[in-house]
């Protein structure tokens, strides 16, 4: 039932046209959004309220995993960067700023299509990610044999 639930997703997100940040002309409803995703809890911050995601982040770590790159020195200081932080393109900085005009009105279909296309966005950086929690994880490792 997975794989038909994640299939159908997939396939809605290759098969609808998106919506780019270009195409909205009012200000955005939100500037934090917040929702699950696999298993984490995520959310995206869009400080100034132009529409345009600065961070996103765990809630319940409050690290910061990915940011807009000029966005670092405007991070809350009770917010912290995570050891992998990862700077985002412009494709996935558009991608996560569509979540900040989600509202009562955006379709069931639609609000799928921003998480689907947020997901696969993600999904490109998990390698990155994951070497680099590797690389930490083996100096933390050496260090201790070391003491």
């Known amino acids: 039932m997975k794989t038909l639930s994640s299939s159908l997703t997939l396939a809605l997100v290759f098969s609808v046209n998106a919506c780019s940040l270009n195409g909205f002309a009012e200000r955005p409803d939100a500037s934090l959004y917040c929702d699950k995703f696999l298993i984490y809890a995520m959310c995206a911050q869009d400080l100034n ?18 940011y807009r790159e000029g966005t670092e ?19 996935l900085v558009a991608t996560t700023s569509r979540v900040f005009y989600v509202d009562e009105a955006t379709t069931y279909l639609e609000k799928q299509d921003i998480r689907g296309a947020m997901m696969i966005k993600y999904f490109a950086y998990i390698p990155e990610v994951a070497a680099c929690n590797l690389r930490a994880e083996q100096a933390v490792d050496v260090a201790d044999v070391d003491s």
């Open 73 to 91: 020195s405007n991070i809350p200081r009770n917010l912290a960067m995570h050891r992998c932080a990862l700077l985002m393109d412009e494709d």
């Open 49 to 66: 309220r132009d529409g345009v995601v600065e961070y996103v982040y765990f809630p319940d770590s409050l690290d910061v995993f990915m």
